[in-house]
């Protein structure tokens, strides 16, 4: 153990050193603390506000202190410092050489006096100059206050602990906008090339988009657990809270906090009290249920009690407050208040985060969708620029606000169901049911008509990709849970969805047992990891290496947070390897998915044929997806099969929507004809009917699903020895094979 415990202490020194290097130091080196917390039962000595400030330059010691002595002895300071659990300096203090007023000797009462001390420069070299330096350090002050006369001579009769900061942190504004800014034009971009007919890429670029996003969620969500986490990923973490919504606004936090007042609830104050109350953010696993901690009511917690009056008392909500007036935040509410957030907020913030950009993108699309009508109108634009947009902007509309939902999942789940058990007011439990549903049904929903739908692109034409790939309407609306999958693993959206909604089950009900979410996560992972690893259910190589390199990163990090809960009984300098650990392999694995997101999407932007650097994937689904690329050429025959059988130009094949549960039969007998009808009058037929019309056709749009789903339709039900050509010729009604079919056929049947 000796030997493990060298080799770990070496190795925290070199990443300690190398990230020094790279790090940014502050303008001013300080060392800090803002709380004084007791560390053993019955202390002599507490602390309901403790500031501390030293400043190697100025070589002072700033202390704003409020706490209750009941201490009547002459005493002696046992000090211990200690970084990521190794303890590399002691010393004992003799506050009368010191000439510390009211500590020689100790008696008991009040002491709210702010006092400074100079510190001896000697003493101040054994502060190595990497604690100031590194960010979000692990450092840890105990001081032992033993008796040196009367009748606790020789003992110990108060503990105090000070966690100490150095002002560095990885808790930076700019990470959390970058990764904002990056996930959001990624998707913005995805829709942008889908509208302009690059499916395929836009798929692609849609895919990482949302598997970067999900990441992100991923490493929030370990912020959110009830298990004591060190400093650092604290902050990493923190870093990520955007993307469940947690943000702060705070003219949003006063209007959240009106509402929960008018609606019977009593709003939590530990923001506005941080001036006269130390706050604790749980870094250790210790016991929250020790002599000297109560859990209060939040009513009860808006001012502290006096210390005299211990009350003791367990509520259902997760705020804790010790006995002599400070409180401790832990889980969730430790996220709402390194966020500025007061704890009973956090559930209307996070919900209405989401449905504001909701609306916002549902306002973006109606301008898009007007600017580009003015714009054809002026012809600024030419007339079949996001044709497919335009014609069915109502549909496409709806997939970007389910697609929403679905990102929005995992934090709308998590925070209604842990709003259960917090009880805020009865207004904000009526909107976490009803958020609940909402998202749940109507995710529930969409999967169930994906999977009809699939059926019977498979029960038609023997291959799920057909109907689900080349309609346009089920594309746009359904297809944010399956675009990210190959045809045939259509379904694995369900499994996303069930491994969300376990760990929000987790998350939300187990914050007061850390052990048990830390094994409940480690399974969950580890299912997910093996499921991802062996089914492999995305659409390309890439992709799905991708994702499981996200699921491995996730399943390490569910081992990291196990170890967290000392479980293992391990030592300190452990978990504080650990933890570094843990925020250099998030850190890197998040730089190196930012780089290929930014890499392959500028890649896109900038080829002239943005399919043709993606590989056709082998469900054919770019033999049924429209796209610019390949249909070019094939346009202008489509255009004139339409308007040969005086359909309407866009949306609106019938695939999707009530007639995509409608039995074989009934659709064929309305869209065919009886198999005794020659084919040749068909052809006659159809091509008298389309010949008035070519100029009009000729000038249709170059892309149309609608047309190429449509002559799937009527060619499908013809007889099985012979196909309708799409080059015949007037002057004789030959029943030929095209010598080129477009790409839309291949994989449909037609070959």
């Known amino acids: 153990m000796a030997s493990l415990t060298s080799s770990i202490r070496a190795l925290l020194l070199h990443s300690l050193c ?7 130091s502050a303008a001013e080196k300080k060392l800090e603390t803002d709380s004084l917390n007791s560390c ?23 202390v704003n ?30 506050p009368c050489k010191l000439e510390l007023a009211g500590f020689c000797p100790m008696v008991s009462g009040n002491l709210d006096d702010p006092f400074s001390l100079t510190v001896d420069p000697e003493t101040a070299k054994v502060v190595p100059a990497i604690a100031y330096n590194f960010p979000d350090i692990d450092a840890k002050v105990r001081v032992y206050i033993n008796a040196t006369d009367g009748p606790m001579a020789g003992q110990s009769v108060a503990c105090l602990e000070a966690d100490v900061s150095n002002g560095q942190t990885v808790d930076l504004i700019g990470v959390k906008w970058a990764s904002a800014i990056v996930a959001g034009l990624a998707l913005v971009s995805s829709a ?3 509208g302009l007919g690059h499916s395929n890429a836009a ?15 991923s490493q929030a969500i370990v912020g959110l657990v009830g298990i004591p986490l060190p400093p650092v990923v604290q902050s990493w973490t923190q870093d990520f809270q955007w993307s469940l919504g947690i943000v702060n606004v705070d003219f949003l936090q006063n209007i959240y906090t009106w509402y929960q007042r008018s609606t019977g609830g009593t709003a939590a104050r530990i923001i506005d009290t941080l001036n006269t109350v130390s706050v604790q953010v749980q870094k250790r696993s210790e016991p929250l249920m020790a002599p000297s901690i109560s859990l209060f009511k939040r009513a009860e917690a808006l001012v502290p009690r006096p210390v005299s009056n211990h009350l003791l008392g367990v509520v259902q909500r997760g705020t804790v407050r010790t006995s002599y007036g400070t409180y401790i935040v832990y889980g969730i509410q430790r996220v709402a208040f390194r966020a500025g957030i007061e704890t009973t907020n956090i559930f209307l913030t996070g919900i209405v985060s989401f449905y504001i950009v909701m609306l916002f993108a ?4 109606g301008l898009f969708k007007g600017t580009c009508e003015l714009a054809v109108k002026a012809r600024w634009m030419k007339s079949d620029t996001f044709l497919d947009f335009r014609s069915g902007w109502i549909t496409v509309l709806k997939g970007i606000l389910f697609r929403i939902t679905l990102i929005g999942y995992a934090p709308v789940t998590i925070l209604s169901l842990w709003e259960f058990t917090q009880r805020d007011s009865a207004a904000e439990v009526l909107l976490a049911v009803f958020f609940l549903l909402y998202v749940n049904i109507g995710l529930i929903w969409a999967s169930y008509k994906l999977i009809r739908i699939a059926h019977r692109s498979v029960a038609l034409h023997k291959n799920p990709a057909y109907i689900l790939f080349s309609d346009p309407s089920t594309l746009n609306k359904w297809g944010f849970l399956y675009i990210q999958f190959r045809a045939s693993a259509y379904y694995f959206i369900v499994p996303t969805l069930g491994y969300t909604v376990l760990k929000a089950f987790f998350i939300a009900f187990a914050q007061n047992a850390g052990t048990v979410q830390g094994i409940a996560l480690l399974l969950i992972e580890a299912g997910a990891l093996i499921g991802a690893a062996v089914l492999r259910p995305w659409m390309d190589k890439k992709t799905n290496s991708f994702n499981i390199a996200i699921c491995a990163v996730n399943f390490i990090n569910a081992i990291f947070l196990l170890i967290f809960t000392n479980i293992f009984d391990q030592p300190a300098i452990v978990t ?17 998915l930012l780089l290929v997101l930014i890499i392959s999407t500028a890649i896109v932007f900038f080829t002239d044929n943005p399919d043709g650097r993606y590989k056709f994937m082998a469900d054919d689904r770019t033999s049924f997806m429209k796209s610019q690329s390949q249909l070019a050429a094939t346009g202008e025959l489509d255009a004139l099969a339409v308007t040969a059988r005086g359909e309407k130009l866009g949306y609106g094949s019938g695939i999707d929507d009530n007639e995509s549960l409608e039995p074989p039969s009934f659709r064929q007998g309305r869209r065919s004809r009886p198999h005794s009808i020659n084919r040749d009058s068909m052809n006659r037929d159809s091509m008298t009917r389309a010949i008035p019309s070519v100029a009009t056709a000729s000038s249709s749009t170059v892309q149309n699903d609608r047309a190429r789903h449509s002559v799937d339709q009527h060619t499908s039900f013809l007889p099985p020895d012979g196909e309708i050509s799409r080059t015949a010729s007037p002057s004789n009604h030959s029943v030929s094979r095209a010598p080129n079919a477009s790409p839309w056929q291949r994989g449909a049947g037609y070959e």
Not at 18 to 24: I, N, S, T, Y
Not at 56 to 61: D, E, M
Not at 203 to 217: G, I, P
């Open 576 to 592: 504080g390897v650990i933890g570094v650990a843990l925020w250099i392999l998030n850190a890197a694995t998040t730089l190196v």
């Open 65 to 94: 202190i409020s706490a209750v002595s009941t201490i009547q002895a002459r005493v002696v300071f046992d000090v211990a410092i200690s970084a990521y659990g190794y303890q590399f300096y002691s010393l004992i203090l003799d």
């Open 203 to 217: 798929s692609h670029v849609a895919a990482t988009a949302l598997a970067l996003t999900s990441y992100f969620q």
């Open 18 to 24: 190398l990230f020094a290097l790279v790090l940014p």
């Open 362 to 365: 549902a306002i973006l699309v």
């Open 192 to 194: 942008f090339l889908s």
């Open 40 to 62: 053993q039962a019955n202390s002599g000595f507490t602390a309901s506000l403790f500031n501390l400030r030293y400043t190697p330059s100025k070589n002072s010691l700033e």
